[in-house]
């Protein structure tokens, strides 16, 4: 059986990369043609549906870039790899992510770099792959954008991240970045009615942790931040399970739960943390403190 297209271009490619450059030849010139026979091969392969030949191409084609010094190209070529692994190879394709972030860092492009942070958080928070690098990535976008005054998807980053930090248990981590988000939030009019959303969820972090001490300073905190935060229904659910924490009264917990979901759904996020905190009161009948 005859080689495929992509296979004809490829070995074209790699016979162009290995030639040695004659007298009146450039080494520049013979990278960029290879980096162009490289892309044709990938290209080609992506038609076969062949992403994992694919991705390896493009990854050729970036290394070609990089010798011809045409960063920007190489840095598309890596993009185009992570994009064809991504079909199959998910740490193959954070890996190219990788290699175009250090391009783009050492360019100081730290909005593109936020972009392919991002990317790679979401590669490895997809079918929870890896929560936890998926939450330092967001992390990490998240101040990279806000480095760059992108706040509000900043905000967004750290959004996800608190949300992961909980999945993990890490209930302190995501009290803190639901604070960052809460204090963004408040400093635009389009964004400050979802404040007390995110109070709320520090608060349940907190009585997560068992720190009911912590959970009432917040919401003194979050009252002086907005004096009309006492008065929502959300403040009024935090205060009530705090209550029933201190008491250790399982009935009035799940009574309140049950009263404020019937009004607001509860989603999967608040739901997990709720029956956490549950757990801990039926199995500490002193309560939490």
């Known amino acids: 059986m005859g080689k495929s297209n992509a296979e004809e271009h490829l070995a074209k490619a790699e016979k162009k990369a290995s030639a040695t450059v004659g007298w009146f030849g450039s080494q520049s010139s013979k990278w960029e043609e290879a980096g162009d026979l490289f892309a044709q091969a990938a290209n080609a392969f992506k038609v076969e549906k062949r992403w994992n030949e694919a991705g390896k191409a493009f990854e050729r084609e970036a290394a070609c870039r990089q010798k011809a010094n045409e960063n920007n190209d190489a840095m598309n070529a890596f993009k185009n790899a992570a ?6 190879n998910p740490e193959a394709a954070v890996s190219a992510l990788h290699q175009a972030i250090k391009l783009l860092i050492d360019a100081g492009n730290f909005r593109q770099a936020a972009d392919r942070e991002k990317e ?3 590669i490895y928070a997809q ?5 936890a690098k998926a939450r330092d990535s967001f992390v990490r976008a998240g101040d990279w954008y806000k480095q ?7 905000n967004q980053c750290y ?6 930090s909980a999945e993990l248990g890490d209930y302190q981590r995501s009290m803190e970045l ?4 809460a204090d963004w939030s408040l400093t635009s009019a389009l964004t400050k009615y979802s404040v007390k959303e995110y109070w709320l969820r520090a608060a349940l972090c907190s009585m997560a942790m068992g720190d009911l001490v912590t959970t009432q300073r917040l919401l003194d905190v979050f009252a002086q931040k907005d004096v009309t935060f006492p008065s929502t229904r959300e403040a009024k659910f935090a205060h009530e399970l705090m209550l029933s924490c201190e008491e250790a009264d399982v009935e009035r917990f799940t009574a309140t739960v049950y009263q404020y979901d019937q009004v607001t ?11 956490k905190i549950k757990k801990a009161l039926e199995e500490d009948e002193g309560g939490l403190t």
């Open 83 to 88: 994009n064809s692994y991504k079909k199959r």
């Open 178 to 181: 639901y604070q960052t988000v």
């Open 120 to 122: 790679i958080a979401g």
């Open 148 to 154: 760059e005054d992108a706040n509000a998807t900043a």
């Open 265 to 275: 759904k509860l989603d999967n996020w608040k739901t997990g943390v709720l029956l």
């Open 159 to 164: 959004q996800q991240a608190a949300e992961l």
């Open 127 to 131: 079918d929870g792959l890896d929560v």
